[in-house]
């Protein structure tokens, strides 16, 4: 079995040269361009361990976890701006454009980020393969239900030139049925003695599995004859297990135990089955159904919950009319890169929406001299604080390894909600402690260029779930978008991208997600790239190896991107009180304005979503204009 792939040297560079980086004054980019003798700065085309990389974190870590401080320059080190924003996601980008069209023409914003690339979780991947070119998503997926935005975030798509309703046109909803695809499911040799890729009778994330031989197809299965009984009595079942109980009975009994309790106590599944269907909407959470509620089962409509009969106020999560089809074929990079066009149009030139997904950013110009706004990357804030007379905003950040000085009339703190109490002097304790109740859930999107996908159209599957997984719990090709002049493979022969997902869980031993958010952050900083290559390359082998896939021949590279600080909190009613939610909860008070300091960014939401982000933009602009 291979455990390293023999792609090129890139991998040794990856691996090795950006890990180095941590320990010198150069951005992971530049570690990689000197060892490549390239001379062109752009991100996207990197490969690896990406995502929060080396050289992005590590300062904000000794500020946060070692009280590092680092000595301010006497003097200010750039000029004095309008606005300046930290962190240069989907929210300070926002944040940035709304302050234009509020303030006016002439004003000077400066948007600095940590990491090598704007846009925050929105990433955005680019291969090369055999001279074909490739675009994936390494974070920030889709615009989920657009008809649902408030009406600044829905502005704001139209203003930067995202036109929602042209993804009709883009995304082909009918592909993977014309081409005879289906969700699969992988049973590997690890867990269950024999690797097996079979369909699916659970569905993907949101559709059962639509088939009048369910059970022909479960007999297949790898487990024993009770579980088989049980996981197709379970798909099949209309049946009320809480028949007797009231309605609002019924919904407290939901609420105070988790989903996976509900199929052992009420259901009486095996545990065998508990554990295929626990992990199958990690996805959509970032843990799994052990830690979620058997009320957020039913909203999620999982197996067994059809026929509870609940009246409640709230619709099933999959009641919206739209379609997910609102996606970029770089996720909502695409979102960030049609920011900074509207606010940098020489650094991406078009209107387009074509143009934004084809286009190369010049990312020279991000950061010139005679720029009204400017992005400055590589660039870690370590304090932010009024001056002395309250009429600005002094914020300091590392960049090539020296501390420099900015100052700015406004500020925004769009960066990670977590590092707020220990980089802004002003932050009081109550707000500290609103702030550090959240937890934020780690994830890793992965990648995966391939010459083909001969082997999936053999096993019928356009993506496959992973029960009890060494990592990727869900593999499969992307989503078929085509835009402009960028075509969605048209069939098996052709190259394609496998997007991965790994969320490094503790199920079932009893913890709380934020238990097992902590550990699953620290799991995914200690892995190098080369323990996840090695476990990537294991699944594919074995979920694809029997009908032709060669990881050798086959792949043609691999990007990681991982996120150990990913999706928002959002409150869970098995752990907090029914009235948490997006207008209620701790991140209010967290969010709380800081004179002429403010925060925006999704975790001051309470909302994972790109709408989350924007509508914090506009919160936090509207304070400060308010001034």
């Known amino acids: 079995m291979a455990e390293k792939l023999e792609i090129s040297r890139r991998d040794f560079l990856n691996g090795v040269a950006l890990s180095l980086a941590a320990g010198t004054s150069l951005s992971p980019f530049e570690v990689l361009a000197q060892a490549n003798g390239a001379s062109a700065y752009y991100p996207p085309l990197l490969t690896g361990l990406r995502g929060s990389h080396a050289g992005s974190f590590e300062i904000a ?127 590997s040799r690890e867990e269950y003695g024999k690797d097996l890729t079979l369909p699916n009778v659970m569905g993907d994330f949101r559709d059962e599995f639509d088939s009048t031989d369910l059970k022909k197809v479960i007999e297949t299965y790898p487990i024993s004859e009770a579980s088989k009984a049980s996981l197709a009595a379970l798909m099949q079942s209309e049946e009320d297990y809480l028949a007797g109980m009231s309605n609002n009975d019924k919904i407290e009994l939901l609420r105070s135990i988790s989903y996976t309790d509900f199929l052992r106590d009420h259901i009486g599944v095996t545990e065998e089955v508990v554990t295929i269907v626990r992990d199958r909407v990690n996805g959509y959470w970032g843990f799994g159904l052990d830690a979620l509620s058997a009320l957020e089962g039913w909203r999620m409509e999982q197996p067994g919950t059809r026929g509870l009969g609940l009246q409640l106020d709230q619709d099933s999560l999959w009641s919206s009319e739209e379609p997910y089809i609102f996606h970029f074929p770089d996720g909502n990079a695409g979102v960030a890169r049609a920011l900074v066009r509207a606010m940098i149009p020489d650094a991406l030139p078009g209107t387009s929406m074509p143009e934004l997904a084809l286009g190369k950013v010049d990312y020279s110009r991000l950061d010139r001299a005679s720029n009204g706004v400017k992005v400055r990357l590589n660039s870690t804030a370590v304090d932010v604080r009024h001056t002395p007379d309250q009429a600005h905003v002094d914020v300091t950040y590392i960049r090539n390894g020296r501390p420099e000085r900015v100052r700015g009339r406004h500020a925004v703190m769009a960066c990670n909600n977590a590092i707020i109490p220990h980089i802004v002097a002003e932050v009081s304790a109550d707000q500290r402690e609103a702030i550090e109740y959240a937890q934020k859930t780690p994830l890793v999107y992965i990648s995966i260029a391939i010459r083909n996908w001969r082997a999936m159209a053999e096993l019928g599957c356009n993506n496959i779930y992973i029960p009890k997984p060494s990592l990727m719990y869900a593999v499969g090709l992307d989503f078929p978008v085509s835009i402009g002049d960028y075509t969605y493979t048209s069939g098996p022969d052709q190259p394609a991208v496998l997007h991965g997902t790994f969320l490094p869980t503790t199920p079932d031993q009893g913890l709380t997600q934020k238990e097992q958010c902590r550990l699953g952050q620290k799991r995914i900083f200690e892995m190098s790239f080369d323990d996840y290559e090695s476990r990537i390359i294991r699944q594919l082998e074995g979920a694809l190896g029997g009908a032709g896939f060669d990881v050798e021949r086959d792949i043609a590279a691999l990007t990681v991107n991982r996120w150990p600080h990913g999706y928002a909190y959002e409150y869970n009613d098995l752990f907090e009180p029914p009235d948490f939610g997006p207008e209620n909860g701790p991140h209010i008070a967290g969010r709380a304005q800081i004179g002429r300091i403010s925060v925006a960014n999704a975790d001051s939401s309470a909302y994972a979503y790109v709408d989350g982000a924007i509508d914090a933009a506009w919160r936090a602009v509207n304070e400060q204009m308010n001034l």
Request: aromatic share 12%; glycine share 12%; charged share 25%.
């Open 61 to 187: 870590h000794a500020v946060a976890m070692a009280g590092a401080k680092f000595a301010s320059p006497d003097e200010q080190t750039d000029t004095t701006y309008d606005l300046v924003v930290v962190g240069g996601g989907i929210s300070g980008l926002a944040a940035a454009y709304i302050y234009l069209q509020q303030a006016g023409t002439g004003k000077k914003v400066l948007v600095i980020d940590n990491h090598d690339d704007f846009g925050g979780h929105a990433k955005r991947n680019e291969f090369d393969v055999d001279g074909q070119e490739m675009i994936a998503y390494g974070g920030s997926q889709s615009l989920e239900s657009p008809g649902q935005y408030s009406k600044q975030s829905a502005q704001l798509l139209r203003d930067v030139g995202i036109e929602v309703d042209r993804f009709y046109d883009y995304f082909d909803r009918d592909y993977f049925q014309r081409k005879g695809l289906g969700p699969a499911i992988y049973f």
